[in-house]
């Protein structure tokens, strides 16, 4: 069974990092694929270095559900880390503790995201905050706080980019 594991002061830095409000940030936390829009893979955060990183230790661990090995960018957001889990489904977790909060299944017959992972996206009062993905040659969103489809995006939630 694959797992995820987050060590200890990596668990404290994410949950510090996704209450952050997004719009707020600079490179301090991880909302879109490559860590930021501009991908830079890049944190500005200090609580990690080269003098400490040998004391990491695992905090938590979460059980993906099955055997599949995932390679795929995790975002935070808000306290929320989003990974793929559970024969390709996507799944929020409590990014301090691992606890599942929700569950976006996959639907029956489609293929896994793509490696490109997931965005997150929130409108500037906060109201609206989507996640955004590719599967099956079409663009998804789904609410980011409920894991929901949007079905007011596109068709019912999906856009056809073929």
């Not at 404290?12 to 830079?40: C, E, I, K, M």
């Not at 929320?80 to 990014?95: C, F, H, Q």
């Not at 969103?141 to 073929?162: E, K, N």
């Amino acid at each position: 069974m694959s797992r995820l594991a987050i060590g200890g002061a990596s668990a404290a830095l994410l949950g510090f990092l996704a209450r952050l409000p997004v719009a707020a940030q600079n490179h301090q936390t991880w909302s879109d694929y490559g860590g930021a829009p501009d991908a830079a893979q890049y944190s500005a955060l200090v609580q990690i270095n080269r003098s400490n990183v040998s004391q990491l230790a695992v905090a938590w661990i979460y059980s993906t559900g099955d055997d599949h090995r995932y390679f795929f960018n995790p975002v935070v957001a808000d306290g929320v880390m989003y990974v793929l889990a559970k024969n390709n489904s996507i799944v929020a977790l409590d990014a301090a503790t691992g606890k599942e909060i929700w569950t976006h299944a996959a639907e029956p017959g489609t293929t896994i995201i793509t490696d490109r992972g997931i965005n997150y996206w929130e409108s500037k009062d906060r109201k609206e905050r989507q996640l955004l993905f590719a599967r099956n040659h079409c663009l998804r969103a789904i609410d980011a706080r409920t894991g929901a489809s949007i079905p007011s995006f596109g068709d019912a939630g999906v856009v056809d980019r073929t």
